[in-house]
């Protein structure tokens, strides 16, 4: 192995490994991992730029503008009252409902825009309850990346599969991967009383307080409400049809936060951006230029190469090897730059005679979507809850989160691995 290539991989074992132990704070850990790969020459400073995903920096963005000036009608505060008297005040069914409708709109907008939704819905209703908020946020995390499993815009990795191959339409996402995660969410939401029933008990009384509430007094600012609604739906719309426009769907989320601060006036700007969550979008920085490193010394491609070539092409193995591959990875790494090495690698099998690549994209979808779940830096919508818990006073540790979602992690791809299996292999 080449030099640069050991130098990379040790500068990238170094990084996660001080994340994890959260010594220092992971921004300012991923950020420096980021530099030493261009101070060392391990990639220069252009390709660096070429890494960072602006497309995921510009939809991070433009949705917490919109969240943050959405959240000053307290929109956020009546649907979370709504929520609660529907669950009759119970902590536990509330969290269910919550990561049900997480999961469903992960599904149809994407998880992260959905996480950026649910977060201060959750804070919300906890504070009232007296409860603590991490159980539901961890409950999300886990529902938003199975949710956006489901169709071809629920998550980054099956957005750039279906952008890869053309036949891999909207509906054949949903076809083929949504009756899997109907399936998974049924077996994951027992699991969640399991585990958190006992962490967020509370008191009669406190349920009786929040049925008392006129949920109607929470929203304060009508015309704003009307405004960010309508935003919000426009954006909403834009991301369905952003692949017909020809736009990305950080051009619709930008476009629909700058149309709302142009609707409120300079005066909402700077309270807007200070309310952007500038430490998860330099985290983000930093680790896609680390993970670039890589990628651009040829770690990644070796990686992928040398486990392609275990299977000896067979279609059940590499199938399966994709698949707990990809989980894997993610879960450590971001899925991003993984399925953007992994995409060119399966194409390249098709060149190579295997006739049937249509189990190796689900597997990778599947592996790249479920696996995100592992850690806390597996996925987009992990960093971002984390960040906003982070800035309420509720942190959610690198060790918390893996004792969780690593095991249900494990769980979603060995339930993956029979439903690849039957559907596609026999």
């Not at 070539?309 to 279609?315: F, I």
Request: hydrophobic letters at 55%; one cysteine or more; aromatic letters at 8%.
């Amino acid at each position: 192995m080449e030099q640069q290539a050991i130098i990379a991989i040790g500068i990238f074992l170094l990084t996660y490994g001080m994340i994890i132990a959260e010594k220092v704070h992971r921004t300012i850990v991923a950020m420096i991992g980021g530099v030493l790969m261009v101070v060392l020459g391990i990639i220069d400073q252009e390709s660096a730029l070429h890494h960072i995903d602006f497309n995921t920096l510009g939809l991070l963005v433009g949705m917490m503008i919109i969240v943050s000036i959405t959240a000053e009608t307290g929109l956020f505060k009546y649907l979370a009252m709504i929520s609660a008297k529907k669950a009759g005040g119970d902590p536990v069914r509330i969290m269910l409902y919550l990561a049900l409708i997480t999961a469903v709109g992960s599904a149809f907008l994407d998880n992260v825009t959905t996480v950026l939704l649910m977060v201060p819905v959750t804070l919300s209703i906890t504070r009232q309850l007296q409860v603590p908020p991490v159980p539901y946020l961890i409950t999300q995390i886990l529902a938003s990346n199975i949710g956006g499993t489901a169709t071809l815009i629920g998550d980054p990795p099956n957005i750039m599969i279906g952008s890869a191959v053309k036949e891999l339409t909207f509906m054949a996402f949903i076809y083929n991967l949504a009756p899997f995660v109907v399936v998974l969410m049924a077996v994951i939401l027992p699991i969640f009383v399991l585990l958190f029933r006992k962490q967020i008990q509370t008191t009669p009384e406190l349920k009786q307080s929040i049925m008392a509430v006129d949920e109607k007094a929470l929203i304060t600012d009508r015309k704003l409400l009307i405004k960010s609604l309508s935003v919000l739906g426009l954006t909403v719309i834009g991301f369905f049809l952003h692949q017909l426009l020809h736009l990305e769907s950080a051009t619709v989320a930008l476009a629909g936060g700058f149309l709302l601060l142009l609707l409120t006036g300079e005066h909402a700007m700077e309270e807007a951006f200070t309310k952007v969550e500038w430490t998860t979008i330099f985290f983000f920085v930093g680790l896609f230029v680390l993970v670039g490193g890589l990628v651009e010394t040829g770690v990644i491609s070796k990686l992928a190469a040398q486990a392609i070539e275990l299977t000896g092409g067979n279609p059940a193995a590499t199938s399966m090897l994709i698949l707990w591959l990809s989980a894997i990875a993610s879960a450590f790494l971001d899925n991003i730059p993984f399925v953007a090495t992994m995409i060119p690698m399966i194409q390249e099998m098709g060149n190579m005679g295997v006739s049937n690549l249509e189990p190796l994209w689900w597997s990778l979808a599947l592996g790249a979507c479920l696996g995100g779940n592992g850690t806390l830096i597996g996925a987009s919508a992990n960093l971002i809850v984390a960040g906003m818990s982070a800035k309420e006073g509720y942190p959610i540790r690198f060790v918390t989160f893996m004792k969780y979602g690593f095991p249900l992690m494990l769980l979603s791809i060995g339930m993956a691995t029979v439903y690849i299996y039957l559907r596609y292999l026999i």
